[in-house]
């Protein structure tokens, strides 16, 4: 079974500009959730999504959106980037349905720097 | 809100010894409690999970320990081996809630 895989690997944007970066996650699975880690601040929560309806939303600001299609696959997007915004950002799918947020597997992530 | 606090930031263990990592939470309606293991460079990943109605977990030399009463779990490493080098994250299910409140990591080093 292949894992999840997230695309682009490395992102190198400008302030002010918007990015999207999607996530596919593992055949069947249909939870896909999104993560901000930066050096030294562990795991930030940014969103969950099951069949196509977004569940939750963590503390970011409305410049951090998302989506998920019918096939699971799920975008994130980012405008007008921030110095602050660079970070590493995970994707995680897990089976969802009652279970929610139970054994997440995580994509090898995106990192995104913002100049 | 569920709160996750995590000590210690760093432990530093000699090969062979045991390591415990702490996790405190503050929603008592909170019923899922996994551990993640991320090394260097790569992706985090589930090592052990425990739900509320269980209050102790094993598997080979990892194990994890709850205590509803207190709220805090725990996550036991015996007989560490160099491989065990990474940064920990434990994490909570907000009861109802499709949300993971994760606490701030541990790296956790082992001393040849």
């Known amino acids: 079974k292949a894992g999840v895989t997230q695309t682009p690997r490395y992102l190198i944007k400008t302030r002010g500009q918007q990015v999207t970066l999607s996530c596919s996650p593992i055949?069947?699975?249909?939870?896909v959730s999104w993560y901000q880690q930066t050096p030294g601040q562990g795991l930030q929560f940014l969103f969950e999504?099951?069949?196509?309806?977004?569940?939750n939303k963590g503390n970011f600001p409305g410049r951090f959106s998302g989506r998920q299609f019918s096939n699971s696959r799920s975008e994130m997007n980012v405008s007008t980037l921030e110095l602050g915004d660079s970070a590493l950002y995970l994707c995680?799918?897990?089976?969802?349905?009652?279970?929610?947020?139970?054994?997440?597997?995580f994509g090898s992530g995106t990192q995104l720097s913002v100049l | 809100g569920e709160n996750v606090e995590q000590h210690p930031s760093t432990l530093s263990v000699q090969e062979g010894d045991s390591a415990v990592i702490k996790c405190t939470y503050s929603?008592?309606?909170?019923?899922?409690f996994p551990w993640y293991k991320q090394e260097l460079g790569k992706r985090p990943q589930l090592i052990i999970d425990?739900?509320?109605n269980v209050g102790e977990k094993k598997d080979q030399r990892i194990a994890v320990t709850l205590n509803k009463t207190a709220k805090h779990f725990s996550l036991h490493i015996t007989e560490t081996q160099p491989e065990d080098s990474a940064v920990y994250f434990c994490?909570?299910?907000?009861?109802?809630?499709?949300?993971?409140?994760w606490g701030a990591g541990t790296k956790l080093i082992i001393k040849p």
């Open positions: 995680a799918s897990s089976p969802g349905g009652s279970g929610g947020l139970e054994k997440l597997f």
């Open positions: 055949s069947g699975h249909r939870s």
């Open positions: 999504y099951f069949s196509e309806t977004q569940r």
């Open positions: 929603d008592s309606a909170s019923n899922y």
């Open positions: 425990i739900r509320s």
């Open positions: 994490a909570a299910l907000e009861g109802g809630n499709y949300q993971l409140i």
